[in-house]
C-alpha cells in the first residue's frame, strides 16, 4: 500500500509540473477560458452545425445520445493537444527517463483539460431519459479513460515536429469521427459501427463496445511501446 501511495503521489506530482508549465505558458485566464467556455462552447457550436445539416431538432436529450462522439473527440484532443508545449522544449527524450510516468502523468493532464465539457455530458446522461442508463453512465467513462490514454500514446508515438501538425490533427479528428454512427452525418453499416466509438452502445450492444474499447486500450499500449524505440529524429522538436 505505501509503494501505491508513493506512485500515486509521483505521477499526481509530474503531472501538476506538467499543468503547471502549460498555465505559463498560456497565462491562467487563457488556460481557464480554453478549458471551461470555450471548451462548453466548442461542443454546443458542433452540436448545432450537426443537427442544422440533419434535420435534427436541437435538444439536451438527443445532445446526450452523442456522448458517443463529443467524449472521445474531447478526450482525444486534450490528451494529444498536452504534447504541444513539448514543441518548444524538444525534452520528449526526458520522458524516456521516466517510462512508467509517461502515461499516468499525461492521463491526469488530459483529463483536468477536458473534464468539465465530458463531466457536463455525463450529467446530461445521467439526467437524460436514455435506456440503459447505468451501462451508458459507466460506457461513457470509460471513454473518457481509454481515449485520454490512447491520445496521450499516440502523442508520444508521433512526436510532433511542429505546432502546425498537432493543430491539424485535431482538426482532422472531429470531422474524421463526425462521419461515424449516429444522427448527425453517421451510417447504420455494420462496419461503422465496428470502427467509430459509441457505434454499439448507440444500438444498446454495451458488451461489444467494452470489447472495442479494449482494442483501443491494447493500442495505447503498442503505441507506448514503439514509441519507446530509439528514432532518428528528436521528439517533439518545432
Given at each position: 500500500m505505501t509503494a501505491l501511495l508513493r506512485n500515486v503521489e509521483t505521477a499526481a506530482s509530474l503531472s501538476l509540473l506538467v499543468l503547471r508549465n502549460r498555465v505559463r505558458q498560456e497565462g491562467l485566464a487563457a488556460f481557464f477560458s480554453r478549458v471551461v467556455p470555450i471548451g462548453l462552447l466548442n461542443v454546443a457550436l458542433l452540436f448545432a452545425l450537426f443537427t442544422t445539416a440533419g434535420g435534427q431538432p436541437f435538444s439536451l436529450d438527443l445532445l446526450a445520445t452523442q456522448y458517443?462522439?463529443?467524449?472521445?473527440?474531447?478526450?482525444?484532443?486534450?490528451a494529444v493537444g498536452s504534447w504541444e508545449i513539448e514543441l518548444f522544449g524538444g525534452i520528449g527524450e526526458e520522458y524516456l527517463l521516466r517510462n512508467r510516468w509517461i502515461l499516468p502523468s499525461r492521463l491526469l493532464s488530459s483529463l483536468t483539460e477536458c473534464l468539465v465539457p465530458c463531466g457536463s455530458f455525463i450529467v446530461l446522461v445521467a439526467t437524460s431519459d436514455l435506456p440503459h442508463k447505468a451501462w451508458q453512465l459507466t460506457t461513457a467513462v470509460l471513454m473518457l479513460v481509454v481515449f485520454s490514454l490512447f491520445g496521450s500514446a499516440l502523442g508520444f508515438y508521433f512526436g510532433f515536429r511542429h505546432e502546425k501538425a498537432v493543430n491539424n490533427f485535431l482538426v482532422s479528428v472531429t470531422w474524421v469521427?463526425?462521419?461515424?454512427?449516429?444522427?448527425?452525418?453517421?451510417?447504420d453499416?455494420?462496419?461503422?459501427?465496428?470502427?467509430?466509438?459509441?457505434?454499439?452502445?448507440?444500438?444498446?450492444?454495451?458488451?461489444?463496445?467494452?470489447?472495442?474499447?479494449?482494442?483501443?486500450?491494447?493500442?495505447?499500449?503498442?503505441l507506448l511501446y514503439l514509441a519507446r524505440r530509439p528514432r532518428r529524429f528528436r521528439y517533439f522538436t518545432k
Amino acid at each position: 500500500m505505501t509503494a501505491l501511495l508513493r506512485n500515486v503521489e509521483t505521477a499526481a506530482s509530474l503531472s501538476l509540473l506538467v499543468l503547471r508549465n502549460r498555465v505559463r505558458q498560456e497565462g491562467l485566464a487563457a488556460f481557464f477560458s480554453r478549458v471551461v467556455p470555450i471548451g462548453l462552447l466548442n461542443v454546443a457550436l458542433l452540436f448545432a452545425l450537426f443537427t442544422t445539416a440533419g434535420g435534427q431538432p436541437f435538444s439536451l436529450d438527443l445532445l446526450a445520445t452523442q456522448y458517443g462522439y463529443f467524449i472521445p473527440l474531447l478526450a482525444m484532443s486534450a490528451a494529444v493537444g498536452s504534447w504541444e508545449i513539448e514543441l518548444f522544449g524538444g525534452i520528449g527524450e526526458e520522458y524516456l527517463l521516466r517510462n512508467r510516468w509517461i502515461l499516468p502523468s499525461r492521463l491526469l493532464s488530459s483529463l483536468t483539460e477536458c473534464l468539465v465539457p465530458c463531466g457536463s455530458f455525463i450529467v446530461l446522461v445521467a439526467t437524460s431519459d436514455l435506456p440503459h442508463k447505468a451501462w451508458q453512465l459507466t460506457t461513457a467513462v470509460l471513454m473518457l479513460v481509454v481515449f485520454s490514454l490512447f491520445g496521450s500514446a499516440l502523442g508520444f508515438y508521433f512526436g510532433f515536429r511542429h505546432e502546425k501538425a498537432v493543430n491539424n490533427f485535431l482538426v482532422s479528428v472531429t470531422w474524421v469521427l463526425g462521419f461515424g454512427p449516429g444522427p448527425f452525418f453517421g451510417s447504420d453499416a455494420a462496419g461503422y459501427r465496428a470502427l467509430f466509438p459509441g457505434g454499439f452502445s448507440v444500438t444498446g450492444r454495451f458488451d461489444l463496445e467494452a470489447v472495442k474499447l479494449g482494442v483501443v486500450t491494447a493500442l495505447a499500449g503498442l503505441l507506448l511501446y514503439l514509441a519507446r524505440r530509439p528514432r532518428r529524429f528528436r521528439y517533439f522538436t518545432k
